[in-house]
């Protein structure tokens, strides 16, 4: 089992839906980051979290250290969203990083 | 200021050759980091350089992969005699201070090893 898992894998929605990406971790973090992948590899990173809840934008991002939980939500989806999300633990630059989730918003 | 570049974007080699990425990282960015990316997997890190000098090299094979930033010009990263599990993504992040997590880091837009 991966130390970092993300649900789903894969993600089809139709433009304006409310997006929830998931990520479960079985580490002991000071904190979660969630980033952004575009088609062609560019990274960007959208949050780090250590606790409750960060928002930007249409972005939300939560975390339950409890239960070693995060999800990134999206809100008003629209196609520029489409991207893959990845979460990522860890306390210093060595991160354990999820696989991604890929997100398609279709207009 | 232009972002972090890599080149070449698109790399195919065959089973035995050597691969060369670069990494030039951003203007007044003394900081670079290399993450391989497998298929269907999560970036990995692989090592971390000040100018001249390896920092972190724990993500490393200990075999074929080496890293070096010179004074002068990019960061490169070889990988000798090329086989096909070393086909991945390969991205560079560089940073204006040391030990940074991600959130500080700026990425290149990667360079795809294809392994023949």
């Known amino acids: 089992k991966n130390e970092v898992e993300q649900s789903p894998q894969n993600l089809t929605a139709q433009e304006g839906e409310f997006i929830t990406i998931n990520c479960s971790y079985s580490?002991?973090?000071?904190?979660l980051h969630w980033l952004q992948q575009h088609p062609g590899g560019g990274i960007v990173s959208l949050f780090m979290?250590?606790?409750?809840?960060k928002k930007h934008g249409r972005l939300i991002a939560t975390i339950n250290i409890q239960e070693k939980h995060s999800s990134l939500h999206i809100t008003a989806s629209h196609p520029r969203d489409s991207a893959v999300y990845i979460c990522a633990v860890g306390s210093n630059y060595q991160l354990i990083w999820g696989a991604g989730t890929k997100l398609i918003i279709k207009p | 200021n232009a972002g972090v570049m890599q080149n070449p974007r698109h790399l195919v080699r065959r089973r035995g050759q050597e691969a060369r990425l670069r990494c030039s990282p951003m203007k007044g960015h003394s900081h670079v980091y290399w993450y391989r990316q497998l298929p269907e997997e999560g970036l990995k890190f692989m090592v971390y350089?000040?100018?001249?000098?390896?920092?972190?090299e724990s993500g490393m094979p200990k075999e074929r992969f080496s890293a070096e930033f010179p004074k002068e010009g990019p960061s490169i990263l070889r990988i000798q005699q090329v086989v096909r599990g070393d086909s991945a993504a390969y991205f560079c992040?560089?940073?204006?201070?040391?030990?940074?997590?991600?959130?500080?880091?700026?990425f290149g837009p990667g360079t795809r090893l294809t392994v023949l």
């Open positions: 992040a560089s940073s204006p201070g040391g030990g940074t997590v991600v959130n500080e880091q700026f």
């Open positions: 580490v002991g973090i000071s904190a």
């Open positions: 979290l250590s606790s409750g809840k």
């Open positions: 350089l000040q100018k001249e000098n390896i920092i972190d």
